[in-house]
């Protein structure tokens, strides 16, 4: 077998087996967070904001400042998200963000940003389709919250 024929087998068994996920019964529990619906327009209050609270006490106000960014068509995602978590108050030196593009640039399926809060991170997703998923994880040992390469917040 070729490397090139192994990196293409490898590849659809992957998208074989990582699809096969979305076909579990409705009743039973996934290991993934659960999907959020995405408002064309958020006519619902903000959500109180805890500068000094955790990722519990913030993930409200999390969510509600990313939903309304994940029903536009944004050419960004990953920097409009930081743009509006640092206007909404989050601290940009405690966030990361994915990259916008893979390495063969082409749109990445998804963007995640985190934001750290004490012993934990707000994650935050936003799929290259517009729909949105969130969750709290526990913060990593290394003082991020996202494991891999991310992408440089410079702005």
């Known amino acids: 077998m070729t490397a090139r024929t192994f990196v293409l087998a490898a590849t659809v068994v992957s998208s074989l087996a990582l699809g096969g996920c979305a076909f579990l019964p409705t009743g039973m529990p996934s290991a993934s967070p659960t999907p959020t619906p995405s408002p064309t327009m958020s006519a619902e209050p903000a959500p109180d904001f805890f500068p000094e609270g955790d990722a519990q006490d ?22 409009a998200m930081v743009n509006a978590l640092d206007r909404a108050g989050f601290r940009k030196k ?3 963000v994915t990259q916008e593009r893979t390495k063969t640039n082409l749109v990445a399926d998804s963007v995640i940003i985190a934001v750290r809060m004490g012993r934990s991170c707000l994650v935050g997703q936003r799929t290259y389709k517009g729909k949105y998923y969130s969750s709290i994880e526990s ?17």
């Open 94 to 96: 405690s966030m990361q």
């Open 139 to 155: 913060a990593l040992k290394t003082g991020g919250c996202l494991i891999g390469a991310t992408r440089t917040i410079d702005w």
């Open 58 to 79: 913030n993930k409200a106000y999390f969510d509600w400042v990313l939903k309304s960014l994940s029903a536009g068509d944004l050419k960004q995602p990953g920097r």
